[in-house]
């Protein structure tokens, strides 16, 4: 049988972030806290 | 039921009023479009991840500290957060490269551990115990020369001055004392391998 040297093509992949990242990512947006105080902000992480 | 769909400039708005749902809707509408280009840029499901996850992080601070700025539209935005992100991780693997293997490359293919195994050390610490005594018979002179050469591991400008006779005769000495050692070795029918 012949030998094929192509390579195959990348094949463009649609992945899709888990759903886990996706709770971690808004619980830290719920707990995160910004203060903002005479020109200053502040931010506080509240568990 | 037909779906409205809410534009991504008002759940902005809402999210930084203060509706956290907003925020939901926004990374589950992006999310396969962002997931993907950081994909086929990193070729890692993990790496993938944590990308993404470092990108909305910054989305998050930046719009909770209210400096998001409208001018420019919402996901070319984050992409351009994520573009960066993947950038430094390159640079940072670029400092500390690390290699994984898998199905088809296994990394102990192009990479050893160089000590020697215990009978190749055996033999070596043989081979160094016969070599030392095949140059005690060696005469005086060119034992010196080697000595500092190779067991001192001095330059023959060193040598020169520590014997107190001239670079070329080091040279010479060395030379004589190499073809003495084979002659010494032949004579004797030594095997020396490793």
Known sequence: ?47 | MEQVQIDDPVLIQRYIKGDERALASLINRHNQRISSFIYSKVNDRGITEDIFQDTFIKVIRTLKKGTYNEEGKFLPWVMRIAHNLIIDHFRKNRRMPMYKGGDSFNIFSVMGDDKLNIEGQIIKDQIDCDLTALIEELPVDQREVLVMRIYKDMSFKEISENTGVSINTALGRMRYALINLRKIISENNIVLTN
């Open chain 1, 1 to 47: 049988m012949e030998k094929l040297y192509s390579k195959k093509q990348k094949k463009c992949k649609l992945v899709q972030a888990k759903p886990e990242t996706i709770d971690f990512l808004l619980s830290y947006s719920k707990s995160l806290k910004v203060t903002k105080t005479n020109g200053m902000t502040f931010e506080s992480n509240l568990n």
